[in-house]
Every structure is written in C-alpha cells, then in structure tokens.
C-alpha cells in the first residue's frame, strides 16, 4: 500500500554531515506526521526528530543544533540535514510516516527499512 524508501545513508568522519531523504509513494491520501528514528546495536530504537504536516519540528536533546529535519510535501519526501555527526550517531536510521490511505480511514503507521549511518572517530 505505501512504502518508505530511506537513502543517503553511509560512512563519514566525524564533524562530517551527510543528508537523509525519506521518499513515500504508493497509495497516499495524505501524509500527517513524519518523522526518523534511529537504532544503534544492542539498543532501543529511539526518536531523532519528527515534523508535522504544517512544519512544526521536534527534536531529540542529543541531535538539536546538528540535525534539521524538513519536507516537501508535494513530492511526498522528507529529509534529514545532519552535520557535525558523532561517532555516537552511528545507528540504523529509519523513516516514518503516519498516512491516510483514504478520505475517510485512519492515519497508519509506516516505516521504511532504514539506511545505516556509520560516523568514524
């Protein structure tokens, strides 16, 4: 029905920045909330930032000042800005989306199968 496609993910030092794109496609009514989380080996997955459909942001303590989240809500995509990464950003990094698949029916949940990210010291 709707898929999440992340990209953009790699190796890098640190200080360096990279840039994650989300792309949604499918059967997409319309997009609420979209936001990336992240999950480093042999934790929880947790959140990194998130963007409603209107353009209001939210942040997780340990990214705020080097991420920048935004979207382009006409291309269905939304990215992820990340510069002075730390060797403690190395995670898996996924894309979710809360979606309507029809005028009338709920807001699902979605995710997509996640980039890795991997910062160097």
């Known amino acids: 029905q709707v898929q999440l496609v992340e990209s953009g993910g790699g190796l890098v030092q640190a200080g360096g920045s990279l840039r994650l794109s989300c792309q949604a496609s499918?059967?997409?009514?319309?997009?609420?909330?979209m936001g990336w989380y992240r999950q480093a080996p042999g934790k929880q997955r947790e959140l990194v930032a998130t963007i409603t459909n209107g353009g209001s942001t939210n942040y997780a303590d340990s990214v705020k000042g080097r991420f920048t989240i935004s979207r382009d809500g006409a291309k269905d995509t939304m990215y992820l800005q990340m510069n002075s990464l730390r060797p403690e950003d190395t995670a898996v990094y996924y894309c979710n989306a809360a979606v309507r698949t029809s005028p009338i029916g709920p807001y699902n949940d979605y995710w997509g199968q996640g980039t890795q990210v991997t910062v160097s010291s």
């Open positions: 499918g059967s997409i009514f319309h997009i609420n909330s």
